[in-house]
């Protein structure tokens, strides 16, 4: 794996988020925060975990801190959520931006809930960070669906169609 390759799997990540987050912008405040089912319960409390998992990922592998776990509660609106997403997404990139192939290899020691102390080379980590906001993306679109809302498609495949039209 290379910086390049990391740096397409965030951008896609993004890519899929706006995609998502115009459909979601068109919900309710009542249909934000209705607990439909999931994990988490609410397409909010879905997408605050979604924020918080990226931003630890990314700070344990020496990005900006994160302060404590984030919590549903502290973001009543979408727009609150989108603000902070618009945040953290900058610190990814700001990051990524720094990191060499090499950077990849060096091994970030974490602890994960009753799992204990874990060592990890930092690509892997970054790896498992993008690839959790796909496992969650599907959740989002899911509750999407059970609130009767399309969520349209985000697979990656689309993503490099766009990208690919663009260029030409």
């Known amino acids: 794996m290379t910086v390049e390759d990391l740096r397409r799997r965030y951008d896609y990540n993004y890519w899929a988020n706006r995609k998502l987050f ?6 309710t405040p009542e249909q934000f925060t209705r607990n439909v089912a999931g994990s988490y319960g609410s397409v909010r409390s879905t997408l605050v975990h979604m924020l918080s998992a990226e931003w ?69 980590l970054l790896q498992h960070g993008s690839t959790h906001g796909v496992h969650h993306r599907g959740q989002v679109a899911l509750l999407l669906r059970m609130l009767g809302v399309a969520p ?12 690919r039209a663009a260029v030409v």
């Open 22 to 27: 115009d459909v979601i912008a068109q919900l």
């Open 152 to 163: 349209g498609n985000v697979d990656l495949l689309f993503y490099d169609i766009e990208r």
């Open 56 to 124: 630890g990922w990314i700070a344990r592998c020496g990005g900006p801190a994160r302060p404590a776990q984030l919590k549903a509660d502290d973001y009543p609106t979408f727009e609150s959520v989108l603000e902070q997403w618009t945040l953290v997404e900058a610190y990814a990139r700001e990051f990524l931006g720094t990191l060499t192939d090499d950077d990849l290899q060096r091994v970030i020691e974490f602890t994960l809930g009753p799992t204990g102390t874990r060592l990890m080379p930092m690509g892997e």
